[in-house]
């Protein structure tokens, strides 16, 4: 009796595991794409598999836990808490970059959103009839197997849209910044470490493209958002000023009065370690639509 009981838990557990492993399979069918189209490429290898099955960290949790978290009732993101205070914003060189001098600024308690704005998400805001479609570069945004990627392919007055409609605003410089690094200076979300495929979407990942915005909990940021290095660049509400840093006022700024071209964060899947540090500044003309452009959204912590 014993023995056939065990061999039924024994069953069981094969069955579980089986379900288990079909319902990841079904749930992350752009992971099985990726290796379909790297092997019609004769460019998969053991490798590569590796460090794409390792942006899951399956089996581990991030150690980070936010001060406080809400969800948006339109569009479902989880948004985290940036409480208010002073950060160190920039790098401390001491030659003339766009991202120098290390400053202090002073910021309004705010919220950041959790996660990139994925597909599924956009979807809803065009649902609504409030943004507009992609460009015809953008051909999976409305596909099911790539609903929780990020959506890409967006102008800055898309995501600016977008934020407006979900009762949300595009983040400044200065707010993005202190979402990714925290109070300590930080070169990364996580810390100091270099980037690894546990960590981040970067060249070093050997992915090549966006992945899902649910991926690296290991490498949320000190507030708990993630991907805030690495996966795909993100518009900053502010124009962008290559000497901005030199004139930056203490307390919520909000970047040049005008400009040609507006800031974006993060770094993508293209980036190398050191460009997708919390630091580097990124910008572009607000009308174009890039490949690896996204963006997520902030809103006042009043």
């Known amino acids: 009796m014993k023995r056939n009981t065990k061999r039924k838990l024994y069953l069981l557990s094969i069955i579980a595991g089986i379900l288990f492993l079909a319902a990841i399979s079904i749930l992350n069918l752009d992971i099985f794409f990726r290796f379909y189209n790297a092997y019609q490429n004769h460019t998969l290898t053991i490798e590569k598999i590796r460090l794409d099955i390792a942006a899951f960290d399956l089996g581990r949790r991030s150690p980070v836990i936010p001060v406080d978290t809400k969800i948006s009732q339109l569009d479902g993101m989880t948004q985290v808490y940036v409480p208010e205070g002073e950060f160190l914003m920039g790098k401390g060189e001491t030659r003339k970059n766009d991202n120098s001098p290390q400053h202090i600024v002073h910021l309004d308690a705010f919220w950041m959103d959790k996660y990139e704005v994925s597909n599924a998400m956009y979807r809803k805001c065009l649902q609504a009839g409030v943004c507009s479609e992609m460009v015809s570069d953008n051909t999976t945004y409305q596909s099911w197997v790539y609903r929780n990627h990020p959506i890409t392919y967006v102008t800055w007055e898309q995501a600016n849209a977008?934020?407006?409609?979900?009762?949300?605003?595009?983040?400044?410089?200065?707010?993005?910044?202190?979402?990714?690094?925290?109070?300590?200076?930080?070169?990364?979300?996580?810390?100091?470490?270099?980037?690894?495929?546990?960590?981040a979407n970067f060249d070093g990942s050997m992915i090549h493209e966006a992945v899902s915005v649910y991926r690296y909990p290991l490498g949320a940021s000190p507030y708990g958002a993630l991907n805030m290095s690495g996966n795909v660049r993100e518009w900053i509400a502010d124009w962008y000023a290559e000497d901005y840093y030199l004139v930056t006022p203490y307390a919520n700024p909000t970047g040049a009065e005008?400009?040609?071209?507006?800031?974006?964060?993060?770094?993508?899947?293209?980036?190398?370690?050191?460009?997708?540090?919390?630091?580097?500044?990124y910008r572009h003309e607000p009308q174009s639509a890039g490949l690896s452009r996204g963006f997520r959204c902030a809103e006042d912590g009043n």
């Open 162 to 199: 977008y934020c407006q409609w979900a009762g949300r605003r595009l983040p400044t410089e200065a707010e993005w910044e202190k979402a990714a690094r925290g109070t300590d200076g930080r070169k990364y979300p996580w810390g100091n470490e270099a980037p690894n495929a546990r960590l």
């Open 258 to 281: 005008t400009g040609s071209e507006r800031s974006l964060r993060s770094g993508s899947y293209n980036e190398d370690k050191n460009e997708i540090a919390i630091t580097s500044r």
